[in-house]
């Protein structure tokens, strides 16, 4: 922590990439990160991969998209991301840097920078921003809201088995700085737009269930999106809700995207979701994982079944 932080010191501008498909913990830390290196004068920008997510707009923030030709920075910061695949057409600027600085709490980053902070054990890369703060003895102020939503965001509210009493004492801390705890939560949690309701309706009803119960699949392809008029971003909560079936153990939504199919894998105890998914190339945590692959959609989802219990076989 200590060597990242006399390098963020020493940055002459930066470029911050948080993983692409960003969601609320890598924007949010994005922006508190920011807001940091504003304080001692370095000039920085946040680089995103496509336009910010309509349901964290609220968080306000300046962002370039890959569009704005970003020049190559002296300091590049990959936050919240779990490898150098996940920066996607932003790579160039990563390993284009002088310095190149990773902070993530991802279990399966391997570090892909000169200067790594990973900590697992840290339910929110806001996490760990929140300590740099405390590390260099910066009150959080302007940074305590998108810290918080960090941490709310990437624990469901403090309702995911990676909240620790450390998450909990830090989310105190920044209650206490002024985050507006009431605020994001209502934000984050409780406004929904018609469309991702509907979509959520049609893949409720269209699941598999299988395994005797423990395993709920769905797939959501382009045709039902547009159906529904619902987004890609509205689909990002329904493994959790396949997993949170009772009685589920692992809960996936298999979706296409631009040609490819993006699998998302929520567990409860059994699966290593992190490890299932890497095993076709993905990553993530323990209780979340996903992938990216090529090819049929319900034929990947038959495979994943298969493999799924395969996978039981090993561990029951
Ligand atoms: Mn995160």
Known sequence: MKTLLSALKKAENAVILPHKSADGDAIASCIALGKLLLRW????????????????AFLGGDFAVLEDRVPVPHTAIAVDCGDAARLGERLPL?????????????????????????????????????????????????????LYTGLV????????????????????QLMEAGAESGKICLAVFEENPLEKIRLEAAVMHEMTICHNGKTAVATVTE???????????DTSHLSGLLRGIRGVETGVLLREKDGQIKISMRTSQV????????????????RAAGATVEGDISVWKEEIIKRIGEAYGRHC
């Open 41 to 56: 004068g370095i000039p920085y920008t946040i680089c995103l991969e496509e336009p910010v997510r309509s349901d964290l």
């Open 153 to 172: 965001t990437d624990t469901g509210g403090f309702r995911f088995s990676n909240t620790t009493p450390k998450t909990l004492r830090v989310a105190a």
């Open 271 to 286: 699966l290593d979701a992190a490890a299932f998914c890497k095993t076709f190339g993905g990553g993530g945590h323990a």
């Open 223 to 233: 045709a039902l999106l547009s159906e529904t008029g619902a987004s890609d971003e």
């Open 94 to 146: 990563f390993e284009g840097a002088k310095v190149k600085l990773v902070i993530d709490h991802h279990v399966t980053n391997e570090g892909f920078g000169d200067v790594c902070v990973v900590d697992p054990s840290a339910a929110a890369t806001a996490e760990i921003i929140a300590g740099l703060f405390d590390l260099a003895g910066e009150p959080f102020e302007d940074a305590a809201s998108p």
